[in-house]
């Protein structure tokens, strides 16, 4: 009888939560991003009125 052999999860399971963790740090740096140029826009405006 052949013992079947199960793959090991937690490598790729630690892989995924790193992943997932940068994404939501990516996520939150480009929202930053479009709220910096909001910012630099209103100032812009400002300026020329």
């Known amino acids: 009888?052949?013992?079947l052999i199960r793959p090991i999860l937690e490598?790729?399971?630690r892989?995924?939560?790193?992943?997932?963790?940068?994404d939501a740090k990516v996520a939150g740096v480009v929202g930053g991003v479009a709220a910096a140029e909001n910012w630099k826009?209103?100032?812009?405006?400002?300026?020329?009125?």
């Open 1 to 3: 009888m052949t013992a």
């Open 15 to 22: 892989i995924v939560g790193f992943l997932m963790a940068l």
């Open 41 to 49: 826009k209103g100032l812009l405006q400002q300026m020329f009125v």
């Open 11 to 13: 490598g790729p399971s």
